[in-house]
């Protein structure tokens, strides 16, 4: 089973609306990361979280870590077309350097 | 600045073949991972090189083998392909063993078994 589960499966939303999904994992992590894939294309890193953070920033981007729940959130303001793509969270886990554990991500459509 | 890069692009095979699909990391990386992405799912990993050795294995069985050259590029290798094994095959580099860096994907081999 995957380390990380995001919720939800797919979002579809407008132009210059925020969009939100969440991530939750099952073990103790070191850090967790997110990226975006675009389809058929490799995956691109947004931000990684250490587990002792709560909260980082880049550009559009909001990541919050609750690590006594086991969940994490991205959010992206002002979203525009061209953020349509596959959102993927990933945790490392203490005992495992390097190895990224993936969820099954959600799908963003971002429409003009 | 070259990122990482993957060849081939695409490939067809048939059950029971064989098949090596090879990674040129990011400039400046010497850890290279590789992953499988089925269609719909998130990667799973593979695993993991560094100083030309295998640091870390995921769940995949013997038929999935690897090799890391000296000047950090690595292969990965696949033997009696199952159907199954169709799939968008990504490697990744970071830098630094055992660092908090991300990972650098490239755009990954799109394998087909037919």
């Known amino acids: 089973s995957q380390q990380g589960e995001e919720d939800p499966q797919a979002l579809s939303i407008q132009e210059g609306e925020n969009a939100t999904m969440n991530c939750s994992y099952k073990?103790?992590?070191?850090?967790l990361q997110w990226y975006r894939q675009n389809s058929g294309r490799g995956l691109v890193h947004l931000i990684l979280i250490r587990s002792n953070e709560r909260e980082k920033h880049s550009g559009r981007l909001r990541v919050t870590l609750d690590t006594s729940k086991k969940s994490s959130s991205l959010l992206i303001t002002a979203s525009r077309a061209a953020d349509t793509a596959s959102y993927f969270c990933?945790?490392?886990?203490?005992?495992?350097?390097?190895?990224?554990?993936f969820g099954a991500g959600t799908q963003v459509v971002v429409t003009p | 600045d070259a990122g990482v890069t993957q060849s081939p692009t695409h490939l067809i095979k048939t059950r029971g073949q064989q098949v090596t699909l090879r990674c040129s990391p990011k400039?400046?990386?010497?850890?290279v991972s590789w992953y499988q992405q089925a269609l719909g799912q998130g990667p799973q990993f593979i695993f993991q090189y560094y100083e030309e050795e295998e640091r870390q294995r995921g769940n995949f069985p013997d038929r999935f083998s690897g090799h890391q050259f000296p000047n950090y590029s690595s292969e990965l290798n696949v033997n009696a392909l199952l159907l199954g094994d169709s799939a968008l095959y990504l490697c990744a580099s970071s830098g630094g063993w055992g660092s908090n860096q991300p990972q650098h994907f490239g755009d990954g081999t799109r394998l087909s078994i037919l």
């Open positions: 073990t103790s992590i070191n850090n």
């Open positions: 400039s400046g990386h010497d850890t």
């Open positions: 990933a945790t490392v886990t203490t005992d495992s350097w390097g190895k990224l554990q």
